[in-house]
């Protein structure tokens, strides 16, 4: 095969240049080149080039829309995160962190697809020996999933044509090279020209894909921007790697809705699933403590009871801290300066931190009443009561807003026998669920009044 000719690409404005430079010249971004193939030299994924035919050009009213073919890949919580299944012919991309579940999940949903259909591992990060050894420790039916272990792509879609598997997985896409690139695995070109190969090959064939996807440090997929706009879904594994829950969250879906959460539990037996998220989230202390409160967030398609903890402390500092996990760190600032022009509470002199109990990311303003409440309530070194609800949206003027979704919130917390929910006027049904009466706000002054009468 003729060696085709090498150049190199900025990731960020595209321009290709014939030397490598630490800037590019073209946009001005730094460390953005790398290695990419000459457009016209030795088609790089086999691209087939324009053969004469007429486009396939159709109003939209004459196209035919079946049911996208899916098929359950024996997790509901899997499936729910997936939009319902898994589509023939979708390439589905799942990141995190090391260590935090990714090949576990994958292999036992292959065990259990794999009696149904034909399915294919394929590692380049373990040995056949450890896959087969992590099956059996975890009980999986083990006599029809193939497992390969190759890096090299062309090997690995020549094989996959083959063997004609109904899904394949990649672990991990990092550890996968082209014949094509001299560059090592990993880099951004190698990960993308793989990838592209692997989701023309899911189209062409109908095998759904899931690749593996390492986070680097910074918390970005390595090659983020190439290998997230190439694929149908992108799935983000989250949670402590310590801890016991995994959340698989939808950032991406072509066939589905995003923020769509799957919660797992990590055991001795590999990953479970857990139906009901909000029992797990409230496991709480017997006495109640400052600081404490409990809110209903709006996932994807279902409500979820979750617990928000503050401390405030006298800050020693010129600048006090405002640290948050699980929430947005600007909007606790800006929350802040609400409470002081509005309810008159003061903490410029106070460090706040904030966590959300169980690794949780809440994403939604739903949060900032409950984010509040949590942080006066410990600032004032006063308990709230256990079967208290609050949830709402803060404006600027210290308006109380409606949240979507508000009915289904209210259920929630009246199933696992909230008894006062403190909301958003517009959120307060006509007839409240039976045991939990509503407490509607418009104003934060009133909502304090509620919360600390
Ligand atoms: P793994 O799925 O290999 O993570 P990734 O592919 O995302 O890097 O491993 C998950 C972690 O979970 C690993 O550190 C060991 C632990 N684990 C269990 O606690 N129980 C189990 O049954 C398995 C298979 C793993
Ligand atoms: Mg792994």
Redesign the pocket.
Known sequence: MAKAKRMYGCTECGATFPKWAGQCGECGAWNTLVEALLEGAAPLSGRGGWAGQQANVRTLAEVSVEELPRFSTASKELDRVLGGGLVDGSVVLIG??????????LLQTLCNVAERFPALYVTGEESQQQVAM?AR??DLPQDKLKVMTETCIEAIVATARLEKPKVMVI?SIQTIFTEQLQSAPGGVAQVRESAALLVRFAKQSGTAVFL?GHVTKEGALAGPRVLEHMVDTVLY?EGE?DGRLRLLRAVKNRFGAINELGVFG?????LKEVSNPSAIFLTRAQEEVPGSVVMATWEGTRPMLVEVQALVDTSHMGNPRRVTLGLDQNRLAMLLAVLHRHGGIPTYDQDVFLNVVGGVKVLETASDLALLAAVISSLRNRPLPHDLLVFGEIGLSGEIRPVPSGQERLKEAAKHGFKRAIVPRGNAPKEAPEGLSVIPVTRLEQALDALFE
Do not use: Q
């Not at 995190?96 to 999940?105: A, E, H, N, Q, R």
């Not at 990590?266 to 590999?270: A, L, V």
């Open positions: 995190g962190d090391p260590g935090i579940g990714k090949s576990t999940i992590r420790r975890l672990d593996v594994f790697s990590m055991t001795d037996k590999g």
